[in-house]
């Protein structure tokens, strides 16, 4: 009696075994078929240039303003590795800064009287705030790595639906036209340029996922734009800052 409680015991556990390996197997993908998943997670970034310039002497604070992203994808299997992905997500690109610069050249009131524009280069704190939200569509190329992982990698173009790029300079002064030029005291200036932001970036995109099972995901992903945030001719900062993101999140195989 014993051994067939035995037995019975280790068959219920072998089948709980099986069935659990059956719900934590990965999402594997078919040849010739198409799989559409749901995506949203958080984001880390900003608006950034490549190094950090002289003209920024001290970073005194940060924090990622509208970090967030969700979508939908739909993936077409080429085969039982390799597929291509595409879709559309909407997503938040921002942050705010603050800073100590040197030299850094600006122009304050851009948005208020363009008679009364101040343009020079500035010596003080200075506070950096963007709120860019996009629409972006990747077409991206997916490789099935092992039964629970999946590689990806393509380019972005993302399209603007709201472009803000605002700020503040405090405690210091600002050298006119020229870096050498006039002397003027700034107690606080703003400045505005969010009409120069170009309503399209353009990029690439690199990220992995991990099947927790055959319904869900974790996902990790970092984007960056090729193009400069800002339109071209645009001489008010004196280097190009690109979208530089890594997302974080969690998808859903919708079927």
Known sequence: MNRIKINIKNSILSVIGLMLA?????????????????????????????GLPTEIRKINGFKPALPFFVGAKVTYGIDDNWGVQSGLIFEGKGMKTEATVKGYR???????????NVRGYYYGDITTNVENLYLTIPVLATYQLSENWRLHAGPYVSFAVQRKFYGLATDGYIRDEEPTGEKVGIVDAAYDFSKQIRKVDVGMSIGGKYDINKKFYASA???????????????????????????????????
Do not use: C, W
Request: hydrophobic share 35%; no cysteine.
């Open 106 to 116: 600006t122009t304050f009131n851009a948005d208020e009287d363009p008679s009364q």
């Open 22 to 50: 059956f719900n934590l197997s990965g999402q594997e993908l078919q040849k010739g078929k198409i799989r559409v998943d749901a995506e949203l997670g958080t984001k880390i970034g900003g608006a950034s240039p490549l």
């Open 221 to 255: 992903q970092l984007d960056y734009g090729f193009n400069s945030i800002m339109k071209t001719g645009f001489e008010s900062i004196s280097f190009n800052m690109h979208n530089i993101f890594m997302n974080i999140g969690v998808g859903m195989r919708l079927f």
